[in-house]
């Protein structure tokens, strides 16, 4: 696993920062279990063992190291063998609502594993693990185990009770929650990691007050605000539905005209983009530089009339990673909205570095849409 494989000095770090932030736990609880903020979780994994922190993306891992993704869980121990949420299918519900209860954990579980892989793809990644923080009174305990995906073939035991369907594939247990639309696997914390005894401070303020109580002043930064970014549909809507558009898009290749290549696509801006975020892109045809979710980098440019396009220079390469890459799609075989429903990831988001690049990651489906209503709702306060 991970942890096993990491230098003592990180390691160290590691077991003392989640000490520490189990020890102020009376901030936010009377409890004896120590509290620690899954977020929290997630930031100091990443600090403390140089991990790419990918929990601002909609993807099954909340963290990558090399080939290796990690998904970070943070819950209470309990009896050592608890259900925790491990995927939530709310915007794919139409694609298994009025099936039986077989039919419907064989279709959760079909979407599950096509998000797993889906992930490795985007991200490059070889494998997936969890990596659990969990507690106990007194106690924080680590432990990780595989993020397996689920074996379709032999799922059996589909039992359902009314509003939870649970199941077995031989190897985990899981249930699913149906008016939740959410997928729970049972985790057996056995095998601990790491044992770290935690002393929860009855006054977390007091110690607080001691820490930043000096003579001098105390020096304050403004809060960094976050990179500027904007949500792009890989979808149309100009027929009503939701649409992948046969000749153009992420389907540009299979337009007339013209020879095209294989991996000829682009991603559609709206218009209303560039009326809202004047200054957002380089002026059109002007190149610069796209961070893919896996770290390469590619030649990007915002071309078209109305600068209606983000394509890559040569326009193959944002087709090769996006097509066949990410989606797995083979030449000739049309894009629809079905398959992007199926990974549950519509839209990319488009961060502007400090640095004068661009970083591309995918989002869940809806996303998209609750970015223009929101631009809606500011544009209309404003009139």
Same mark, same amino acid.
């Given at each position: 696993m991970f942890l096993s494989n990491q230098p003592e000095e990180q390691l160290e770090y590691y077991r003392e920062m989640l000490k520490t932030i189990g020890s102020l736990s009376r901030l936010f609880s009377e409890s004896n279990e120590p509290y620690v903020e899954y977020r929290i979780a997630e930031n100091l994994f990443c600090k403390s063992f140089g991990a790419k922190n990918l929990?601002?993306?909609?993807?099954?891992?909340?963290?990558?190291?090399?080939?290796?993704?990690?998904?970070?869980?943070?819950?209470?121990?309990?009896?050592?063998?608890?259900?925790?949420?491990?995927?939530?299918?709310?915007?794919? =519900?139409?694609?298994? &609502?009025?099936?039986?209860?077989?039919?419907?954990?064989?279709?959760?579980?079909?979407?599950?594993?096509?998000?797993?892989?889906?992930?490795?793809?985007?991200?490059?990644?070889?494998?997936?693990?969890? =990596?659990?923080?969990?507690?106990?009174?007194?106690?924080?305990?680590?432990?990780?185990?595989?993020?397996?995906?689920?074996?379709?073939?032999? #799922?059996?035991?589909?039992?359902?009770?009314?509003n939870i369907i649970g199941f077995s594939d031989g190897l985990n247990e899981y249930s699913f929650n149906v008016s939740k639309s959410t997928l729970y696997k049972r985790f057996h914390t056995e095998n601990t990691i790491l044992n770290l005894p935690v002393k929860i401070l009855d006054d977390p303020f007091e110690a607080l007050e001691k820490m930043f109580s000096r003579a001098e002043p105390i020096l304050t930064f403004a809060?960094?605000?976050?990179?500027? =970014? #904007?949500?792009?549909?890989?979808?149309?809507?100009?027929?009503?539905?939701?649409?992948?558009?046969?000749?153009?898009?992420?389907?540009?290749?299979?337009?007339?005209?013209?020879?095209?290549?294989?991996?000829?696509? %682009?991603?559609?801006?709206?218009?209303?983009? =560039?009326?809202?975020?004047?200054?957002?892109?380089?002026? &059109?045809?002007?190149?610069?530089?796209?961070?893919?979710?896996?770290?390469?980098?590619?030649?990007?440019?915002?071309?078209?009339?109305?600068?209606?396009?983000?394509?890559?220079?040569?326009?193959?390469?944002?087709?090769?990673?996006?097509?066949?890459?990410?989606?797995?799609?083979?030449?000739?075989?049309?894009?629809? %909205?079905?398959?992007?429903e199926e990974i549950g990831l519509d839209s990319v988001v488009i961060y502007k570095t400090e640095s004068g690049k661009f970083d591309i990651d995918f989002t869940k489906i809806g996303t998209y849409e609750n970015f223009q209503k929101q631009n809606q709702a500011v544009d209309e306060e404003e009139v």
């Open positions: 929990s601002r993306t909609d993807c099954s891992a909340d963290a990558s190291k090399g080939n290796l993704g990690i998904g970070i869980k943070t819950f209470l121990e309990k009896n050592g063998a608890t259900m925790q949420k491990v995927a939530e299918f709310n915007s794919e =519900h139409n694609l298994f &609502r009025g099936l039986d209860s077989e039919e419907k954990v064989r279709k959760i579980a079909e979407l599950r594993n096509k998000r797993i892989d889906t992930t490795k793809r985007i991200f490059g990644l070889d494998d997936l693990i969890y =990596h659990c923080v969990t507690r106990k009174k007194g106690t924080i305990l680590v432990y990780e185990t595989g993020m397996a995906s689920v074996d379709v073939a032999n #799922i059996t035991g589909v039992q359902d009770r009314n809060p960094i605000g976050e990179l500027p =970014h #904007i949500f792009l549909p890989l979808y149309s809507t100009k027929s009503g539905a939701k649409t992948v558009p046969e000749k153009s898009g992420l389907n540009q290749w299979n337009a007339g005209g013209r020879s095209r290549t294989p991996n000829e696509v %682009y991603i559609p801006i709206p218009s209303w983009i =560039h009326s809202a975020y004047p200054n957002f892109f380089p002026d &059109r045809d002007q190149s610069f530089n796209l961070i893919l979710p896996n770290g390469a980098e590619m030649s990007a440019k915002v071309c078209q009339d109305n600068s209606k396009a983000l394509m890559s220079n040569p326009n193959s390469a944002l087709g090769e990673w996006l097509l066949r890459g990410v989606l797995n799609l083979k030449e000739g075989e049309l894009l629809t %909205y079905g398959k992007l």
